[in-house]
Structures are given as C-alpha cells and as structure tokens.
C-alpha cells in the first residue's frame, strides 16, 4: 500500500515538472538601431560689389569687386568664378590691345588663393597663354571668358581671402570715335557677366579635379549667365 501511494506521488511530481518544464521563459532581450543621416549641402554666394550704371570714361577707375562667400551651414567647398567680358573690348595675352582693362590684386593670386590657369602651377600666365580661358556667346554678344579658381578649401562661414578682381577701366587712348563704335557694337550692352560655382571639398585632393568633375571642363558646358542689370 505504501508502495503504491510513493508511486503515485513520484507520478504527480512528474506531471508537475512536465507541466513547469513547458512554462520556462528564456532570459532575453531585443534591441535595433535607426541609423540617422543627415543630407548636406553647398550654399555659396557670389559677393560681386558694384555699382550698375556706372560711368565708363577713358581711364578713370571703376569698382567692381568680385568675391565668394560659403555659408555658415554649408559643408567645405571649393569655389571659382567665371568672368566675361565682352571680345570686342578684350584681347588675350596682349593687354596694351584692350580697350576695357580688369585688375587683380598681387596679393589675390598668392599660392593658395586664386590662380588664373588650369593647373595652379602659374597662378597668373602673364604672356604666356595658358589662361582658363575660353569663349562664348551670350545673347548675341562674344564674350571672353576667364575661369579663377579659389585653390584653398573654404568651410562654412568663410569668404575668400582677396577678391578676384578689384576694378575695371576704359583705356585712356579710347576717343569718343571708338567709343560710339563700340556701343554700336555692344546694342549699349556693356556688361562683365560673372558666375559662381562651388563643389564639396571632401573627396577631393584640389580644387581643379573637384570643380571639373562637379562641373565639366570649362568652355564644355553651359552656363546659365545673368541677364543684364542683374
């Protein structure tokens, strides 16, 4: 009889331990990640002060300062401008044949500021010809077109440290002959176009290779020039 009360006892307990066996929880936890990124972005400004409707007269000087800023949210760029000024007035390489001339500052073409070639190499070509340069038309008008590129990084907040350029004159051996032919030419249309562009910086080992692969060539694209008075 006792034998059979510890039997079924030992059965009970077995059912007990069956039953708690399938109740077992497993120490355990879960976890995820949302990776966040955020977008950035390139905002510059072209800083070009002047004066519209300013007066042009055989050698007297004209103020027009051309600079570029990058904004305070905006990621490190490299920046250059594209300055036009008009065939008729310009001659490449020869600056005693001008008849509107266009000055840059020695210190703006110092190494590590803006450089007027292709390389960086020879910041200002001088005689020598291997300008950024090429041409193009712009509502009718042949314009020539010099590329300066800003050789150091620029971050958020900062402007380049010399403008490009600084002022603009007519030639004192222009006559007023000339220059009636020469608005005649121009439809009075006497205009220097200039455009900005500005890339990232990251990614890039100079500014050439990061402004040509963002943009092209220059002379091998199209450019969206400001109409006049803008």
């Known amino acids: 009889m006792k034998k059979k009360i510890l039997a079924l006892a030992l059965v009970v307990i077995l059912a007990v331990t069956a039953v ?3 109740s077992l929880a497993y120490l355990t936890d879960k976890d995820s990640a949302d990776n966040v990124f ?10 070009d002060e002047f004066v519209h409707e300013s007066l042009l007269m055989p050698g007297v000087d004209v ?17 250059r401008v594209h300055i036009a000024i008009p065939q008729i007035l310009d001659t490449p390489n020869d600056a005693s044949a001008n008849y509107l001339h266009f000055n840059m500052s020695k210190a703006s073409i110092a190494d590590g500021l803006w450089s007027w070639d292709k390389t960086g190499e020879n910041n200002y ?6 300008w950024n340069f090429y041409t193009a038309e712009i509502d009718g008008i042949w314009y020539n077109v010099y590329v300066v590129t800003y050789e150091t990084v620029l971050n958020g907040g900062e402007t380049t440290a010399e403008n490009a350029i600084y002022k603009v004159y007519m030639d004192h051996g222009v006559t ?16 220097i176009k200039v455009v900005a562009e500005g890339v990232q910086a990251a990614s890039f080992t100079n500014a050439y290779e990061a402004l040509n692969a963002a943009f092209g060539v220059p002379g091998t694209y199209t450019i969206n020039w400001p109409e006049y008075g803008e």
């Open 176 to 191: 007023s002959e000339k220059l009636v032919e020469l608005n005649k030419a121009l439809d009075g249309d006497w205009s």
């Open 38 to 47: 955020t977008i950035g972005k390139i905002d510059i400004t072209l800083n």
């Open 125 to 130: 070509p001088g005689n020598e010809g291997d």
């Open 63 to 79: 103020s027009k300062k051309v600079g570029v800023t990058v904004a305070q949210d905006s990621q490190p760029a490299y920046v």
């Open 20 to 22: 708690a066996g399938a």
